[in-house]
């Protein structure tokens, strides 16, 4: 199992950059593909980012392509998603999720939430127009 927290929400203007990390505990981190979701208000959890378990296969929704970038350590056991020009339609909680993947190729990344079995308490992010 591992457990996952999220850090470096916050509030941010348009145009602005924010850096949210998410620390695993546990471990084998290096055999979980990760990934970022986020939920608005009203709305459904969307895929953000997902990265493969060697870091070298990456996936990204439309919407954030060009924007966001998603990486991890697996040193320190920790992925990243790093936001720039954000965007008012951008605010959302945030989630960081990890899935157990030790046979599948290290090409592998996944984009349904329903494919992760680990979520993190989720972190706020704020853009203001």
């Known amino acids: 199992q591992v457990q996952l927290a999220e850090s470096g929400g916050g509030l941010v203007q348009a145009g602005g950059s924010l850096r949210l990390s998410c620390a695993a505990s546990?471990?084998?981190?290096?055999?979980?593909?990760m990934g970022w979701f986020r939920q608005a208000p009203g709305k459904e959890r969307e895929f953000v980012a997902s990265?493969?378990?060697?870091?070298?296969?990456?996936s990204y929704a439309d919407s954030v392509k060009g924007r966001f970038t998603i990486s991890r350590d697996n040193a320190k056991n920790t992925v990243y998603l790093q936001m720039n020009s954000l965007k008012p339609e951008d605010t959302a909680v945030y989630y960081c999720?990890?899935?157990?993947?030790?046979?599948?190729?290290?090409?592998?990344?996944?984009?349904?939430?329903?494919?992760?079995?680990?979520w993190g308490q989720g972190a706020q992010v704020t853009v203001s127009s």
């Open positions: 990265i493969s378990k060697s870091g070298g296969s990456t």
């Open positions: 546990g471990r084998n981190f290096l055999n979980y593909v």
């Open positions: 999720a990890a899935d157990y993947q030790r046979r599948a190729l290290s090409t592998v990344v996944l984009t349904t939430a329903l494919d992760y079995d680990y």
